[in-house]
């Protein structure tokens, strides 16, 4: 389902898991029960459509900057959410009626996520294949393809759920059956290699060419990424987790971090940096740069925290820079002698990734653009972003 082509088959599988799931669908709200009213299932389906839209609603708004960046891993997600939906709709008819209104209402929220994340992800891949400027030809095409093989997906199932009749070889055949689906479709979005440098993608790109010299094509690097990551992370060549990361965050959150940093180095070291000078530092460092970032050290529990902190006007390019020193940042932060950096420490460690980075930015933009990659397109913000305004003193959405 992820281009011009690629769903024939997913589509297909997914028509006859539908055709199998309906049947169950009719028992659950009321067909063949002498106890079912009209008003009941008349309720049930306001019930439905209701909880359905709510969730369209709050999901567009927590996640609806994610979708463009992590298309691939909602274009996935949206699979699941459906083919999740269809087994909670097999599994309605054997619960009791209590049951069964939450568990179709549930049903319900995952259909309507599927909705959102499909539908927002599937336009970002069409952007990205219609590469000639030809986006309206492309979806004329791939809405002609879906008619055709929906069509013949329910043909064939119509066929199918005549033989079908047993609870057990509705399931069996319904599990295969999605099971493939979500292998085919898992394949299908791996095949993907997107030109636009998201966090994951960033992290791989970076960590390879600075430890090898050798620059990622798509391709390469479309093989190397993981389809469900985890938010803000960041990784050395795709491998363990070095530390968290957030960009775009608002101006307070960096205090705060700073301010817990130095409370809890001075448990454990002494120091005579208070959060007034630290941020004086901070905004000495990054005078000159678009951004600002501040990491709050790893402790026994929980791995380090960068906050990447935008100017105003910060361009899609230092907003890359911002995440690249962060990369480097967490990397020598991982191989420092001491375990408990205290803010000078840490300050140093930001120092010497930014003055790296600064040292090869304008040869490693060129190695990227020479390679395909799309630089002038901000992929890295995955929530509410903020930016600041120093002359001002006024913060930004």
């Known amino acids: 389902m992820v281009g011009e082509g690629a769903n024939v088959s997913t589509d297909h599988l997914e028509t006859l898991s539908i055709g199998i799931s309906h049947g ?3 028992v659950g709200v009321g067909v063949g029960d002498s106890t079912a009213t009209p008003t009941a ?18 999901f567009a708004h927590k996640l609806g ?18 083919d999740a939906a269809m087994i909670f709709d097999c599994l309605s008819p054997a619960l009791p009626r209590g049951p069964r209104t939450v568990l179709l209402s549930a049903s319900s929220v995952l259909r309507a996520l599927c909705g959102v994340a499909a539908g927002s992800a599937k336009a970002s891949l069409s952007a990205h294949f219609a590469r000639w400027g ?11 393809q879906e008619t055709i093989i929906s069509l013949l997906g329910m043909l064939a199932g119509s066929v199918v759920v005549s033989y079908v009749s047993s609870p057990l070889a509705t399931w069996s055949l319904l599990i295969v059956l999605l099971s493939i689906h979500l292998a085919m479709n898992h394949a299908a979005v791996r ?12 992290n791989i790109v970076f960590s390879h060419l600075w430890e090898t010299g050798e620059t990622l094509s798509l391709k390469q690097t479309s093989g190397k990424e993981r389809i469900f990551e985890r938010d803000g992370a960041l990784r050395w060549k795709g491998g363990h987790l070095l530390a968290f990361a957030g960009i775009g ?13 130095i409370s809890t180095s001075s448990k454990v ?74 803010p000078e420490e840490m300050l140093k460690i930001v120092q010497t990734a ?13 190695k990227l653009r020479e390679a395909g990659w799309d630089l002038d397109m901000s992929s890295l913000e995955t929530g509410s972003s903020f930016r600041i305004n120093l002359g001002e003193g006024k913060k930004q959405m």
Request: glycine share 2%.
């Open 249 to 261: 965050s608002p101006l307070q959150r960096l205090l705060d971090l700073v301010s817990q940093s």
């Open 134 to 144: 030809n986006l309206g030809e492309l979806n004329a095409k791939d809405s002609s």
């Open 65 to 82: 900057t994610a979708l463009e960046p992590e298309c691939k891993m909602y274009r996935l997600a949206a699979d699941v959410f459906n």
């Open 24 to 26: 169950h669908v009719d």
């Open 41 to 58: 299932a008349l309720l049930l389906t306001i019930l439905q459509e209701s909880t359905g839209r709510i969730a369209t609603i709050l």
């Open 269 to 342: 070291v002494d120091s005579t940096m208070d959060a007034a000078m630290a941020l004086q530092r901070i905004l000495g460092l990054f005078e000159k740069e678009e951004f600002l970032i501040w990491c709050l050290p790893s402790t026994d529990h929980s791995l380090a925290r960068f906050c990447i902190v935008l100017k105003e006007n910060a361009s899609p390019l230092s907003q890359l820079k911002g995440w690249a020193c962060s990369i480097r940042a967490a990397r020598d932060l991982e191989h420092s002698d001491s375990q408990h950096q205290n």
């Open 354 to 366: 930014v003055a790296a980075i600064n040292s090869r930015w304008i040869a490693d933009v060129t």
């Open 191 to 202: 095949a993907v290699s997107m030109n636009t440098l998201n966090r994951q993608r960033a």
